[in-house]
């Protein structure tokens, strides 16, 4: 059954440092999510994209956060300048349909 | 905003009960999610609610949609301890920008 993979699977950054997250989508979809979990708490919504641009973003996708699609398969979440409240697990999702979706098992992001 | 309440938060139930977890939205949407997940794990798709109405069941599971409400259902039947997981509910307001609720952890007991 065709995944999505993401990696590291786990990372650990200073604060103040850059992190990107990688994602490789299922080769058919169309639609792309970024979301995080902080340890315990629910799933928040970061962003979507589609057709090579953001359609949706969350308030906390704010200018430290950037998204880029640089190859044609790969999906990346830049983190600029990371702060502790930023360690989570951030998982990558995608979909062709806006259907059911394929989430990855996710990059546990440590800043320390 | 939305806002999307799960309850109840936490529930422990007997192997073979049966019970339902729900799922109130604050702001109208017309498509809601469930996933499970297991601990330390990604999340797993369960169900797409499209419209008012609608009814999706997968095995011991059984989800429903009252738009009208506000309201859908994960409705577990005769549990087995595999079922042990988190449950979130998730609301889609437009654009596939999904709120989520809390999460409900089940424990199915033996």
């Known amino acids: 059954e065709p995944e999505v993979t993401q990696t590291p699977s786990h990372q650990v950054t200073q604060m103040g440092q850059e992190v990107i997250l990688r994602c490789v989508p299922i080769?058919?979809?169309?639609?792309f999510y970024w979301y995080r979990q902080i340890l315990g708490q629910k799933v928040e919504f970061l962003v979507s994209f589609y057709n090579n641009e953001i359609s949706e973003k969350s308030e906390i996708f704010d200018d430290q956060f950037s998204v880029e699609r640089p190859d044609g398969s790969n999906f990346t979440l830049k983190i600029r300048s990371t702060k502790l409240e930023d360690s989570a697990m951030y998982f990558c999702?995608?979909?062709?349909?806006?259907?059911?979706?394929?989430f990855g098992s996710g990059t546990r992001l440590t800043v320390v | 905003e939305l806002k999307v309440e799960q309850n109840p938060l936490f529930l422990s139930m007997q192997e073979g009960k049966n019970y339902t977890i729900y799922c109130n939205y604050s702001t109208t949407s017309d498509r809601l999610y469930w996933y499970r997940q297991d601990p330390g794990k990604s999340l797993e798709s369960l169900f797409v609610?499209?419209?008012?109405?609608a009814v999706k069941q997968e095995g011991r599971l059984m989800a429903s949609l009252d738009t009208k409400a506000r309201l859908s259902t994960l409705h577990i039947t005769a549990a087995v301890h595999d079922l042990s997981a988190t449950y979130f509910c998730?609301?889609?307001?437009?654009?596939?920008?999904?709120?989520f609720g809390a999460g409900t952890i089940l424990r199915v007991k033996s």
């Open positions: 609610l499209l419209s008012n109405g």
């Open positions: 080769s058919n979809h169309l639609y």
């Open positions: 999702a995608s979909t062709n349909t806006r259907d059911r979706d394929t």
């Open positions: 998730a609301v889609d307001m437009g654009g596939n920008k999904l709120v």
